[in-house]
């Protein structure tokens, strides 16, 4: 299978999209077959938040290959309302200035380009909301 047809075949990373476990309420980001709290298999889908605090990062200052040219960068998990974490760079910041509980913003941009061939790929970064 080809990259592209890949990435257009996961919703969950171009349309802001989780699941809720109908039995329980769990949510998954991204989205499982079988709910690891009550082993319910009916979910729903429903769009994340947009808004999330950073609970915690990292800085890479050492970074692979592909990603050497925007060294050093942030990664970080941010909470949603709702109780989900999830792991996203962070970007469009000064990084030596962020700290944990910081409000970010999720926003949908390119991750990479498999040089070569020429594709790219896209997902989800956090931006801090005083940027």
């Known amino acids: 299978m080809f990259p592209a047809k890949i990435w257009r075949e996961m919703p969950q990373r171009y349309r802001l999209e989780a699941s809720k476990c109908k039995k329980c309420g769990k949510r998954y980001y991204p989205p499982r077959l079988i709910c690891a709290e ?3 298999r009916k979910f729903e889908t429903y769009n994340l938040p947009e808004e999330a605090k950073l609970v915690t990062f990292t ?3 050492t970074p692979a290959s592909q990603y050497a040219d925007e060294s050093p960068y942030a990664i970080g ?3 949603f309302e709702d109780g989900l974490q999830m792991m996203a760079q962070i970007v469009d910041c000064d990084i030596d200035k962020l ?4 409000e970010m913003r999720l926003e949908f941009r390119k991750i990479q380009s498999d040089g070569s061939h020429g594709v790219l790929s896209y997902g989800y970064k956090f931006v801090p909301k005083w940027y």
């Open 38 to 40: 009550c082993g319910g």
């Open 77 to 79: 998990i941010g909470k």
């Open 99 to 102: 700290k944990m509980g910081q």
């Open 59 to 61: 800085i890479i200052r």
